[in-house]
């Protein structure tokens, strides 16, 4: 189990819920780093004392700075957003956890490994437009990335009872959304309200609507690619809409095996903070007997109507730094609809015609200016087909 740690994204979801499991397990928080929230990042330098803390929003950094010093505190703030790589490469903890949300999570996340950290890992796009360099880098340190994602933790927890050279097949859960069972003739009048109501899981704006498209299955797609090594043809999708079962695996003698509990983020998070131990913690406890735990099905998922998760396939399989295109286009397209710019089914439609726009380039990804620069051609480019169209 680590005894310290540098949290990126300390402001978020994730990075509130890790500091709970730092209370819980007596974890030394040497560095916390967000992007904008000074008031909220005040609150936790209070409470955790790190010896660093840094803001990308440089001028929120200055009143956080004024706030620090007037309370006594002693942690050195600071402020940009390279400042927020600094803190990953050169802190003094066993681990950074990377839970910072989009492209900006990406080279924070290069930066812990380059300072030879072990990083937990909750931030998607790292891995979706990084995945080639960032997995390299990571065999070339000799450091394990310990996936945050409940999904990726699942699986991870399931594939230690058996080694991956005698994996046959990951199963990959999806709960279906909110759209589960609508025909496209159903989707075409659905809006972002409706969308924003996930039935299982409470999530950002953003994540819930890929939820809704399916895409969040795509990225996490790409995501177990990267972590397990296995080819994408080996991760198949399946719907569970009761959300107990977090995915699976199926060993080459046809066993499966499943791991089950209540839709709580603080059973991986903790996880990752102590593997391989397992101790008792502060997760919810899974309970069978429980209204709605004693059901549970499961179905193929409609590709046909929810295309997000063909394309997400197709950009692994095709490569090229499209993963990289696929998911620029779908924050545009994401941002799009949430501010009621275009229709719900409009979103893989935008992600299609980006991707076909940049298919037939030689796409370079093969440093970390190059995936940005990348990231931001596609973003260009999807609102040129958009405000096109």
């Known amino acids: 189990m680590i005894k310290s740690l540098a949290l990126l994204g300390s402001t978020g979801s994730i990075g509130t819920q890790t500091l709970a499991v730092c209370q819980a397990f007596n974890i030394d928080v040497k560095g916390l780093a967000a992007g904008s929230n000074a008031v909220e990042l005040f609150e936790q330098i209070k409470i955790f004392r790190p010896l660093v803390a840094a803001l990308a929003d440089e001028e929120e950094a200055l009143r956080l700075r004024t706030w620090v010093k007037a309370a006594g505190l002693k942690t050195e703030i600071l402020a940009g957003d390279e400042s927020i790589c600094d803190l990953a490469r050169e802190i003094e903890a066993e681990m950074?956890?990377?839970?910072?949300?989009?492209?900006?999570?990406?080279?924070?996340?290069?930066?812990?490994?380059?300072?030879?950290?072990?990083?937990?890992?909750?931030?998607?796009?790292?891995?979706?437009?990084?995945?080639?360099?960032?997995?390299?880098?990571?065999?070339?340190?000799?450091?394990?990335?310990?996936?945050?994602?409940?999904?990726?933790?699942?699986?991870?927890q399931c594939i230690g009872t058996g080694g991956e050279k005698r994996l046959e097949r990951i199963w990959l859960t999806a709960s279906g959304g909110p759209f589960r069972g609508y025909t496209k003739e159903q989707l075409k009048t659905v809006n972002s309200a409706a969308a924003l109501r996930h039935p299982t899981w409470t999530m950002g704006p953003k994540i819930t609507v890929d939820s809704a498209t399916l895409m969040n299955k795509g990225l996490e797609l790409i995501e177990a690619c990267h972590l397990f090594s296995v080819s994408e043809s080996k991760v198949n999708i399946i719907v569970h809409p009761q959300?107990?079962?977090?995915?699976?695996?199926?060993?080459?003698?046809?066993?499966?095996?499943?791991?089950?509990?209540?839709?709580?983020?603080?059973?991986p998070i903790q996880l990752a903070l102590t593997w391989p131990d397992r101790r008792p913690g502060v997760a919810r406890r899974f309970n069978p007997f429980a209204e709605g735990m004693s059901t549970l099905t499961m179905e193929p998922p409609?590709?046909?109507?929810?295309?997000?998760?063909?394309?997400?396939?197709?950009?692994?399989?095709?490569?090229?730094?499209?993963?990289?295109?696929?998911?620029?286009?779908?924050?545009?397209?994401?941002?799009?609809?949430?501010?009621?710019?275009?229709?719900?089914?409009g979103i893989p439609e935008l992600i299609e015609r980006t991707l076909d726009h940049f298919a037939s380039h030689k796409l370079d990804c093969q440093t970390v200016a190059a995936i940005y620069e990348l990231d931001r051609e596609a973003r260009i480019k999807a609102l040129e087909l958009m405000n096109r169209s």
């Open 243 to 267: 959300s107990i079962i977090h995915s699976m695996v199926e060993w080459v003698d046809g066993s499966v095996i499943a791991q089950l509990g209540a839709t709580d983020m603080t059973l």
């Open 302 to 345: 409609d590709e046909d109507t929810f295309e997000c998760l063909r394309l997400a396939r197709e950009a692994y399989r095709q490569g090229n730094g499209l993963p990289a295109v696929l998911n620029a286009a779908n924050e545009v397209a994401v941002a799009a609809f949430l501010e009621d710019k275009i229709s719900f089914l």
């Open 96 to 156: 950074v956890v990377c839970a910072m949300v989009g492209m900006a999570g990406l080279a924070p996340a290069i930066a812990a490994l380059e300072g030879d950290h072990e990083i937990a890992l909750a931030n998607k796009e790292t891995l979706v437009a990084g995945g080639d360099f960032v997995m390299s880098l990571a065999a070339q340190k000799g450091r394990l990335i310990r996936p945050i994602d409940s999904e990726h933790s699942a699986i991870w």
